[in-house]
Every structure is written in structure tokens, then in C-alpha cells.
């Protein structure tokens, strides 16, 4: 491998190249770690902050206060959700209920019209039939759907937040206990292929009947990025990305999640002072063809600092006005070395 003398003491097409090309890896280098910082910092600010992550290690822990954290495991409902209309309870984060009634619906095909009786899940609005005669039907539902959340669902030992629990995935069918409903609910209802039915004879619903039946979210592990709010996990709050969390079934990774906070940039330093000396080589080389007897170390350094700072501040406008500042103030930096040659040439002249 090429010594760094030997690299210096180039001449000729060679030494151009040679300084050349160091000269833009410098610049790129420079540009590219900036660029990659910025692209960081500006997924942060998405998803409200950088992420601890804690694994399957869920205990709250100090120095996590207010900080954005990964968990994996299964929740653990400690106030079960409750449908106190059917008195119908089950160890969820989440228990759905869902009412549809035998209806007539419009079927539309092209110009023709025609009509059947089917379950659905909201009013059908007959007087907007284009034959509403004989197709009448009953109007609202006298029981709604509806969600119930638990009222305490922890991980780990954390408790998660109302949109936490929201926003846990997946729905299973929950059979409903007949033995648990009121007297008067227990009288008009039926129970059939794992739904509640007021139909005199199930397998033939008449108009109007109800079907009532139910979902929970499973108990499953999960994912689940968000804010420690002492022994809460919390959404942040006015999130860039509109949530402040997520959530994933299963042992999601960090990249999974967020790939563009988990590639967190390294060696920025190193790698700032490396474009900087490839820069000032680059100078070296280039200079050493105009005067193959002596370089002034403030020519080489003034030229290396002031192209790689312009480069680096680019990257930065409009994101980061302290960081382009800091940039522009290197490039200034050079520019001062570069006058103060220039001047200390002048003077040399004269004498």
C-alpha cells in the first residue's frame, strides 16, 4: 500500500488524478455523513425520540422517564372489559359487540333491481328504495354495537394507555354464556352457531330478528413502541406521524418497527475528520503541480476546510439552521486561511 509520502510526493497526471480523487471522496464523504445524520435526527422528530429497547426486559427502569421504549411480551388484563347489557365478560384487552338485523337490501345491477332479505350490520333505509313498497324495514336497531375496553391492561410492569389498547391487532370469536344473560334478554334470545339470535326458529329469521355476537382482541405477544410515563406506556403526544406508537403481533425488532431510526449513523467524528484530511490531501496534490517546491500548509487547510464545509452545510438547509451555521462557520474558517495567505504572498512580493 501507498505511504501517505509517497502519496504527497506524486507529480504530473498522476498527482492530479490522485488529488482529485481525494479531494471529492472528501466532499462525498462529507456530504453523505450529513445527509445520513439529518435523515436520522428528521425520523426522531417523526416518531417522537429515539427508542430504548428493552426486549423482554419490562420492568420499569430509572432514567426512563418521558423516554420512547420497545417491549415485546403478552399482556395481562387485570380489569377484564364488561357488556353490562348482556352481562357478558372476558379476559381481553378489548370484547366487541355486534348487532345485525334481518333486513331487506337493494341489489343494483345495471338497470335492474332486485331485492332480499339478509343480515346487516347497520339500518337499511327503505324509503330510498326504488321500490319501497313491500320492503319496508324496521327502522333503528334497538340494541347498538359496541366496544368495551379493559379497564387495566399491563406489560410487563407497565400499564398501556387507552390508545395502546386500541390499537392491539387482531379479533377472534368469543362465544357467548348463555347462563350469564338477564332474565329478560334470556327469554328473547337464542343462542346459534356461536351468536344470539331472537329468531322463533333460527335457521329461518323472520324480518327484523336480531343477531348479537361478540369479538376479543387475543392475548398474544406483541410489540409495542411508546412513551414511559412513570408506569404507563403512552402515545406522545402531537407525534409528526400522527400516532406517537405502534404496535406489531409477535417479537418485532427495532428495524421491523422503524427502520429509519434503528440505522442510527456511527463514526460520524471520525468520519467528519476523515473527509476534512482527504479534502486538505486532495488540496496538497493539486497545489504541488503550481508549485512543485514548497505548499503552504494554510493554502491546503484553508481549501479542504472551506470546500467541505459548503458541501456539509448543504444537506442541513432548511432542516437545521445550527448545523448549516456550524458548517458555513468551518467554511469561513477556511476562507480566512485562504486571505491570510493570499495577503502573506502580497506582502512576500513586495519584500
Known amino acids: 500500500m501507498m505511504s501517505f509520502g509517497r502519496i504527497v510526493a506524486l507529480r504530473g497526471p498522476a498527482a492530479i488524478a490522485v488529488g482529485l480523487a481525494a479531494l471529492v471522496v472528501g466532499i462525498v464523504l462529507a456530504a453523505w455523513t450529513e445527509r445520513s445524520l439529518g435523515n436520522y435526527q428528521l425520523a426522531l422528530q417523526l416518531h417522537g425520540g429515539g427508542v ?43 370484547l366487541a359487540r355486534h348487532v345485525r338485523m334481518f333486513q331487506w337490501r337493494e341489489l343494483r345491477l345495471g338497470s335492474n333491481v332486485t331485492y332480499e332479505l339478509d ?11 326504488a321500490q319501497p313498497q313491500g320492503h319496508a324495514n324496521p327502522g333503528p336497531f334497538p340494541i347498538a354495537s359496541k366496544r368495551f375496553d379493559a379497564g387495566n391492561v399491563e406489560l410487563g410492569g407497565y400499564k398501556l394507555d387507552a390508545a395502546l389498547v386500541h390499537a392491539l391487532p387482531d379479533s377472534e370469536p368469543v362465544a357467548p354464556v348463555v347462563k350469564a344473560l338477564p332474565a329478560n334478554l334470556a327469554a328473547s334470545f337464542s343462542l346459534q352457531d356461536g351468536a344470539l339470535v331472537t329468531s322463533a326458529n333460527p335457521g329461518n329469521p323472520r324480518l327484523g330478528d336480531l343477531q348479537v355476537s361478540w369479538s376479543a382482541v387475543p392475548l398474544q405477544e406483541v410489540t409495542v413502541i411508546a412513551r414511559v410515563d412513570g408506569d404507563h406506556l403512552v402515545a406522545v403526544p402531537n407525534a409528526v406521524d400522527g400516532d406517537g406508537y405502534e404496535v406489531n ?70 432542516s437545521s439552521t445550527a448545523a448549516a451555521l456550524a458548517w458555513l462557520g468551518v467554511a469561513l474558517v477556511g476562507l480566512a486561511l485562504l486571505l491570510w495567505h493570499r495577503r502573506a504572498s502580497r506582502r512576500h512580493s513586495h519584500h
Not at 119 to 126: C, E, G
Request: glycine share 8%; with cysteine; charged share 20%.
Open 52 to 94: 430504548v429497547d428493552l426486549g423482554h426486559s419490562m420492568e420499569p427502569q430509572d432514567g426512563l422517564q418521558g423516554r420512547m421504549v420497545r417491549i415485546s411480551g403478552t399482556p395481562r388484563v387485570v380489569e377484564a372489559p364488561y357488556d353490562s347489557d348482556f352481562n357478558q365478560q372476558a379476559a381481553t384487552p378489548v
Open 119 to 129: 343480515w346487516a350490520d347497520k339500518p337499511q333505509d327503505s324509503s330510498r328504495f
Open 249 to 318: 403481533v409477535g417479537d418485532s425488532t427495532l428495524l421491523d418497527m422503524r427502520p429509519d431510526i434503528a440505522a442510527q449513523p456511527v463514526l460520524i467524528w471520525p468520519r467528519r475528520i476523515l473527509a476534512v484530511l482527504l479534502a486538505v490531501l486532495g488540496m496538497c496534490l493539486l497545489l504541488r503541480q503550481r508549485d512543485a517546491t514548497r505548499i503552504d500548509p494554510r493554502l491546503a487547510l484553508g481549501g479542504g476546510l472551506l470546500v467541505v464545509g459548503v458541501f456539509a452545510a448543504l444537506p442541513w438547509l432548511g
